[in-house]
T-cell receptor, first 117, second 112 residues
Framework: GAVVSQHPSWVICKSGTSVKIECRSL??????MFWYRQFPKQSLMLMAT?????????EQGVEKDKFLINHASLTLSTLTVTSAHPEDSSFYICSAGGGWLAKNIQYFGAGTRLSVL | GESVGLHLPTLSVQEGDNSIINCAYSNSASDYFIWYKQESGKGPQFIID?????DKRQGQRVTVLLNKTVKHLSLQIAATQPGDSAVYFC???????????FGAGTILRVKS
């Protein structure tokens, strides 16, 4: 149980375009989803916390207009990187938690490698 | 601010030996601790967790020890295998809230 699916796993885009990343909890209802960014050989940096049906809570320093988060259902959250630039290139990872299966634990997706040319 | 840190950034062990990965945390109000394993290019994978009212928990080939007195967490891997090679993160969850605070990570390299 506790499977989180993240798509796409790898995306290359041109500077100025927008990219959408999907995160789905496949076998449980996640009341909360989290979006992280990870640079090479570094730890996970929390970008935002997303609760179903409400606006996401962004961490300090994260531009909410640049990283749009939608959490329309208990099993799906999306992260859209708007007008992407090379400095947005990174590894983005989502996690899901909450519900009876993941009360205290976050289960992670496989991550999305974003390369902006 | 609050942080979770690790003593050793890289740990090299011989295949078959036991591995011990350490983690120091600073938030005494945390009530839940988790170890994750992250292989290259993948998302973190849950290994084992422990509540703050426990001091030891065992899983399959893994044991987590919690010493609240010195705010120390460790992950023990028995009979380490090449497939155990990865980055290991400890994470803590404060009593209030659902965010996890991650440590810096320890690279585990298993030599055959």
């Amino acid at each position: 149980g506790a499977v989180v699916s993240q798509h796409p796993s790898w995306v290359i885009c041109k500077s100025g375009t927008s990219v959408k990343i999907e995160c789905r909890s496949l076998d449980f209802q996640a009341t909360t989803m989290f979006w992280y960014r990870q640079f090479p050989k570094q730890s996970l940096m929390l970008m935002a916390t997303s609760n179903e049906g409400s606006k996401a809570t962004y961490e300090q320093g994260v531009e909410k207009d640049k990283f749009l988060i939608n959490h329309a259902s208990l099993t799906l959250s999306t992260l859209t990187v708007t007008s992407a630039h090379p400095e947005d290139s990174s590894f983005y990872i989502c996690s899901a938690g909450g519900g009876w299966l993941a009360k205290n634990i976050q289960y992670f997706g496989a991550g999305t490698r974003l390369s902006v040319l | 601010g609050e942080s979770v840190g690790l003593h050793l950034p890289t740990l090299s062990v011989q295949e078959g030996d036991n591995s011990i990965i350490n983690c120091a945390y600073s938030n005494s109000a945390s009530d839940y601790f988790i170890w994750y394993k992250q292989e290259s290019g993948k998302g973190p994978q849950f290994i084992i967790d422990i509540r703050s009212n426990m001091d030891k928990r065992q899983g399959q080939r893994v044991t987590v020890l919690l010493n609240k007195t010195v705010k120390h967490l460790s992950l023990q891997i028995a009979a380490t295998q090449p497939g155990d090679s990865a980055v290991y993160f400890c994470a803590e969850k404060p009593v209030y809230g659902n965010k996890l605070v991650f440590g810096a990570g320890t690279i585990l390299r298993v030599k055959s």
